[in-house]
């Protein structure tokens, strides 16, 4: 009988990023999240209760993030290398 090997399921979100200089200027919210180590539903509790801890854009029914100021709070400039 063969074995029925299934992938790790995975995730719809993008790669995470190696470089400061390579992020966007901004990010979508789960990317952000993702950054500073929080899951998507929590980083979603934290911009509807005002306690997101940088910056947040809404456009519409979008909800982006500068990533300049999230940089800042993780400590890197947005110039330095390594994420």
């Given amino acids: 009988m063969p074995e029925n090997k299934q ?3 995975r995730s719809a979100s993008k790669a995470p990023v190696s470089t ?3 992020l ?7 990317e952000a999240a993702h950054l500073l180590g929080v899951g ?3 980083a979603y509790d934290l911009v509807r209760s005002g306690q997101w801890p940088t910056p947040v854009l809404r456009l519409g029914r979008l909800i982006k993030i500068p990533s300049a100021p999230l940089l800042e709070l993780l400590g890197m400039p947005p110039g330095q290398d390594r994420l």
Avoid: G, K, W
Wanted: net charge negative; with cysteine; hydrophobic share 40%.
């Fill in 7 to 9: 992938e790790p399921a």
């Fill in 20 to 22: 400061a200089s390579s």
């Fill in 24 to 30: 966007p200027a901004v990010l979508d919210l789960p």
């Fill in 40 to 42: 998507r539903t929590c």
